[in-house]
């Protein structure tokens, strides 16, 4: 770290975070006593360090999947400063030089589809999406087909209809009532399957799949609209889709003129080893929306991208006022999103970041796997890329979820040590405890080795 503030600027800040700053996501009372709060002055590759000069290895890319490139890329930085210089915004009906290179550059990667929505956070994308499936119905069938499925443990974002399509219980506790028209599907995570009534020893892909059918008959296919899933479900604990599963619903849409709609926020641009998470399982969507890892976090961005026949239900009849989509998203015309997109693709490809992530985190996959070997409060060990989790339990028999306060001693211990994890679903009670990795893309054996390392001696100073 370089020092560029001094000590005593660095408690000013420290005061002035503590005083003024309300965090996301945590119970500011501890802050506001005895705990200094954390401010992360600078980072590089896939380190940063804090205002006491603490040096940490990231494995989670920022906190949330997002930093895929790692820290301090001048090249995204100039790329951004160059762009800004020229012309930094402008939104409504107009275009602007980064925003068509990028749609083009980006969607040559996405076969079948064809046209990029711009916008600003992944919540915002997904809205967005649910209001054109809304306006579908409307327009082709009378309002009928307006009803959107998701999954249990699936999250789609923070706002009251991203939350309403949460199948994260904890995190939608008393922000009801919700919109109405979201229906929830099972999930499909293979582990936790003997806790779903009639799941089969084998082919269970298959069969959470069809728990989705039973759902559309149940509530109509004349109603159903789009299934909004995650290719493999983040926050909800990692879960990996098992064999069988995109097979069975890519069918079941197509059968039901469903549109699927695919929430890559966290997997999409690289983070499981392809472009995007459904390339891993040969599934063709209708609609994908993205956010995090579009710009790994150097501007903010988010897209949704469709096919061309969902554009074109939007332009079939300009004689009629309202048949176009009614939206418009104001930092959707910052430039700078897409200039460093652009970017951040260019370093993705020019470093080859999609193999070190498939050979990094098969590597990754087999050390979680040994790690499971020593401690058995690893019930389960998955994940795709460099997206991994690790699923704790007090017994592995009955597979109950390992306790809560001690899951999270894991992360401060770690954290400790200098290595910075992830938690999923902790106060889910019943629900899985699972430690959380995605270090970034440029990850390297001796950081995975490192990483390892750190949750080898956190496991056994909390759990023995
Ligand atoms: N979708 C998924 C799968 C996410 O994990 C998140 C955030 O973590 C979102 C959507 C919401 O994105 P944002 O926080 O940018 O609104």
């Given at each position: 770290m370089d020092g560029t503030f001094s000590e005593n600027d660095l408690s000013r800040v420290v005061e002035a975070d503590r005083k003024n700053v309300w965090h996301h996501?945590i119970?500011h009372?501890p802050f506001e006593s005895a705990i200094d709060p954390r401010i992360i002055v600078e980072g590089k590759g896939m380190k940063v360090w804090d205002q006491k000069g603490k040096e940490h290895l990231d494995?989670v890319s920022g906190g949330?999947?997002t930093v895929?490139?790692g820290y301090g890329r001048e090249?995204i930085a100039d790329?951004v400063r160059?762009?800004l ?211 790994s976090g150097y501007a903010a ?35 700078a999103?897409?200039?460093a ?74 954290m400790a040590?200098g290595v910075i ?19 970034a ?24």
């Open positions: 996501l119970q009372q494995a949330v999947w895929n490139v090249s790329a160059d762009q210089v020229k012309l930094n915004y402008f939104a409504g009906s107009a275009g602007s030089i980064p925003g068509a290179l990028f749609a083009e550059k980006l969607l040559d990667k996405m076969p079948g589809l064809d046209r990029m929505y711009y916008c600003n956070s992944g919540s915002e994308a997904n809205e967005k999406a649910f209001k054109m499936v809304r306006q579908i119905a409307h327009k082709k069938y009378g309002g009928k087909k307006h009803k959107i499925l998701y999954r249990d443990r699936d999250y789609h974002g923070t706002t009251i209809a991203c939350l309403s399509a949460g199948g994260q219980d904890e995190r939608n506790a008393q922000y009801g009532p919700f919109a109405p028209g979201f229906v929830r599907v099972p999930h499909c995570l293979e582990y936790r399957a003997f806790e779903q009534e009639g799941a089969p020893q084998e082919n269970y892909g298959v069969w959470a799949a069809d728990q989705i059918e039973k759902v559309i008959l149940a509530e109509g296919p004349d109603t159903v609209g789009a299934l909004c899933l995650e290719p493999v479900t983040a926050g909800g604990g990692v879960i990996t889709p098992p064999d069988g599963y995109w097979d069975r619903v890519q069918e079941i849409c197509k059968k039901y003129d469903i549109l699927l709609h695919i929430d890559e926020v966290v997997c999409g641009v690289g983070r499981t080893g392809t472009w995007f998470g459904y390339q891993q399982y040969g599934v063709q969507p209708d609609m994908v929306t993205m956010a995090k890892g579009v710009a961005i988010a897209c949704l991208v469709t096919t061309e026949a969902v554009f074109d239900m939007f332009k079939d009849d300009p004689s009629d006022k309202m048949n176009y989509f009614r939206d418009i998203s104001t930092f959707g015309g910052c430039t999103g897409p200039a997109a652009i970017e951040n693709m260019r370093i993705i490809e020019d470093e080859n970041l999609l193999e070190n992530t498939t050979q990094m985190g098969a590597y990754m996959l087999d050390q979680l796997h040994g790690l499971a070997d020593k401690h058995s409060i690893i019930g389960d060990v998955r994940g795709k890329g460099l997206f991994l989790g690790a699923e704790l339990v007090s017994d592995r028999d009955s597979r109950t979820p390992a306790d809560e306060a001690k899951v999270q001693a894991v992360v401060g211990n770690c040590q994890i992830g938690a999923t679903n902790r106060s889910l009670p019943g629900k899985n405890n699972s430690l959380c990795f995605s270090p893309l440029i990850a390297t054996k001796d950081d995975i080795d490192h990483i390892i390392g750190a949750v080898d001696k956190a496991l056994g100073d909390v759990f023995g």
